[in-house]
C-alpha cells in the first residue's frame, strides 16, 4: 500500500516522474547517436540491437507524455532529455571513437622531419611532391584510427603550425601501418626541425 500511495503522490507526480521520463529519454536518445554511428560504419548486429533497446525505451517515454499532455512538466522533461541524450551521444562517440580517418597535410616547409616522426611514431605515411599557387608544396596522407587523431594533429602542429591540413572519415580500411596501443607519446624537446 506504501508504494502505490508514493506513486499517486503528489510529490512522485511532479518531481520523480518527470526525472524518469528525462532519463529514458536521455538513454533513448545517446542510443540513437550511437546507433547512427554504427550504421554509417557498417556495424549492422550492433545497430540492430541498440536499436531495439532504443525504441522500447522510447515507446515507454512517449506513452506517458501522451497520457498526461495536461501536465506540461513531462513534456519540458521529455525536451530536456532529448536535448542532453544529444549532447551525451556526442560525447560518448569521442569516447568509442570508432573507424579510421585519412589526415591531408599540405605544407610548403620542408617536410621530410615531421614524415620521418610520424613514420618513428608508427604512423603509415604517404608523401608526395606537388605544386601549389605559391610554389612547391609537400602533400602527406596517413589513415589513423580515429582515437590517434588529437596525437597526430599535435604533431602536425608541432612542426608547423601554419600547415594546411584535412580530415575525412574513412569508410574502411584494409591493411595499413598504425601505432602501437602501448606507445607512450611525448614530445622530445621541441622536436628537431629544419626551417624553423
Request: charged fraction near 20%; charge should be positive; glycine fraction near 6%.
Amino acid at each position: 500500500m506504501e508504494v502505490s500511495s508514493f506513486m499517486e503522490s503528489t510529490f512522485f507526480s511532479l518531481v520523480i516522474f518527470p526525472i524518469i521520463i528525462f532519463a529514458m529519454r536521455l538513454c533513448d536518445v545517446s542510443l540513437m547517436t550511437i546507433r547512427i554511428i554504427f550504421i554509417s560504419k557498417g556495424i549492422k548486429f550492433w545497430a540492430s540491437v541498440l536499436g531495439f533497446f532504443e525504441i522500447i525505451i522510447w515507446l515507454i517515454a512517449i506513452s506517458q507524455v501522451m497520457n498526461n499532455l495536461d501536465n506540461p512538466i513531462y513534456a519540458i522533461a521529455y525536451a530536456l532529455g532529448f536535448a542532453t541524450g544529444n549532447y551525451l551521444g556526442a560525447v560518448l562517440e569521442e569516447k568509442i571513437a570508432i573507424g579510421a580517418n585519412l589526415v591531408r597535410v599540405i605544407t610548403n616547409k620542408e617536410a621530410q622531419p615531421l614524415v620521418d616522426y610520424l613514420n618513428k611514431e608508427g604512423f603509415g605515411v604517404t608523401s608526395i611532391d606537388a605544386k601549389g599557387s605559391k610554389g612547391p608544396v609537400k602533400i602527406i596522407y596517413s589513415v589513423v584510427r580515429r582515437k590517434d587523431l588529437k596525437k597526430i594533429i599535435d604533431i602536425v602542429n608541432e612542426f608547423n603550425p601554419n600547415a594546411f591540413y584535412s580530415i575525412e572519415e574513412v569508410r574502411g580500411v584494409n591493411k595499413g601501418i598504425f601505432p602501437s596501443q602501448n606507445v607512450n607519446f611525448k614530445f622530445r624537446n621541441r622536436f628537431t626541425r629544419k626551417g624553423k
